[in-house]
């Protein structure tokens, strides 16, 4: 909508979005339970606005967190902060770590600064998809990022072991199709950037996840499905 710019404060004005950021929406202090409904629904958004981004705008957005990721009052996501990180200038040899990294959604590869691409992209919704389904925040991750530690107790337990008890406990019909998102997650999460799948793949398949629980007409009592 606007922005305020001077030497001490860079500000970006945008439409007010009642439910906060992904983050505040599934880790805040106040925040409800999610039920699994939402949360695909939420993946799905986020997936179709990088698609858009990727396809239609030709915008790689470098730094995408749950945190730049707001709900709208229907919580549909609106993806805010792209396209900044082509403003950012990078000396060589310099220290600078984007939020994406802080936090814990940046692709391995862009350690070394190297320039973002639709991949790198790929990773850090892979990372928010990972945070839909464990309910865990990789930003408060003690000794392993989010992906590591995904891949620690699938390889040593269960794949289910990984998923939010709550998710598990409310829906249990739905456990196959959070099977399915997880080992979709997990190839976006891929330390090889040409093994990740692309944003309109990655799309394709949630649709088709999210289809076969619609075919079945059990919604587990969870309420109509919004997608």
């Not at 698609?51 to 609106?78: A, M, Q, R, W, Y």
């Not at 950012?88 to 990294?101: C, D, E, L, R």
């Not at 891949?151 to 709550?166: K, Q």
């Amino acid at each position: 909508m606007a922005y305020y710019l001077n030497k001490e404060d860079k500000l970006l004005v945008y439409d007010y979005m009642p439910k906060g950021s992904i983050a505040t929406f599934l880790h805040g202090q106040s925040k409800p339970w999610v039920d699994w409904p939402t949360r695909m629904q939420i993946a799905k958004g986020v997936a179709r606005g990088l698609h858009s981004l990727h396809t239609h705008h030709n915008i790689i957005h470098g730094n995408l967190t749950s945190s730049n990721v707001f709900l709208d009052e229907n919580i549909n996501p609106k993806i805010s902060d792209f396209g900044l990180s082509q403003l950012i200038t990078v000396a060589p040899n310099s220290n600078i770590s984007t939020t994406a990294g802080v936090l814990g959604y940046q692709a391995p590869e862009l350690s070394k600064l190297k320039k973002a691409s639709t991949k790198t992209d790929v990773y850090s919704f892979g990372v928010i998809m990972l945070e839909l389904l464990t309910g865990k925040s990789p930003g408060k991750m003690e000794d392993q990022d989010l992906p590591q530690w995904v891949g620690s107790v699938i390889e040593s337990e269960s794949i289910i072991e990984v998923i939010d008890l709550e998710l598990l406990r409310h829906t249990p019909f739905a456990e196959d199709e959070m099977v399915n998102t997880l080992h979709l997650a997990m190839d976006c999460v891929s330390k090889l950037p040409h093994l990740r799948p692309g944003v309109q793949q990655v799309l394709q398949q949630l649709e088709e996840i999210r289809s076969e629980t619609a075919i079945s007409g059990d919604d587990g009592g969870a309420g109509p499905s919004r997608s």
